[in-house]
């Protein structure tokens, strides 16, 4: 009898301790938490630069907009050497 009551008496202490372990890691998380919240979040800037899909419109934007600028540059390049050629024909 007095085995079994001690059995029952180390059984409820150590349920107490983990009961008061798992109240601190609730308490730290908590904790934790609240430091999260409170702190500012990342700017709205590089949430955006980190998203993948923003990230290939983007770089699919810039890529696009270079190839109309070279395009462009190119043909007024070749305007102006068509114009030269011209010019130089009708001197001789």
């Known amino acids: ?5 001690s059995l029952e008496r180390e059984k409820f202490l ?7 372990f798992e109240r601190q890691k ?3 998380e908590v ?8 702190t500012p979040k ?3 800037l590089k949430d955006l630069v980190a998203n993948p899909l923003v990230l290939a419109i983007v770089g699919g ?4 907009m270079t190839g109309i ?6 043909a007024s390049q070749n305007r102006e050497a068509e114009a030269l ?8």
């Not at 904790?31 to 409170?38: T, W, Y």
């Not at 934007?61 to 696009?64: G, P």
């Open 69 to 74: 600028l070279t395009g462009a540059h190119t």
């Open 31 to 38: 904790a934790l938490r609240r430091r999260e919240a409170c």
């Open 42 to 44: 990342a700017g709205w």
């Open 85 to 92: 050629r011209a010019k130089t024909q009708n001197h001789q």
């Open 14 to 20: 150590l349920e107490r301790a983990r009961l008061k």
């Open 26 to 28: 609730l308490a730290l």
């Open 1 to 5: 009898m007095a085995d079994m009551e």
């Open 61 to 64: 934007f810039i890529t696009l």
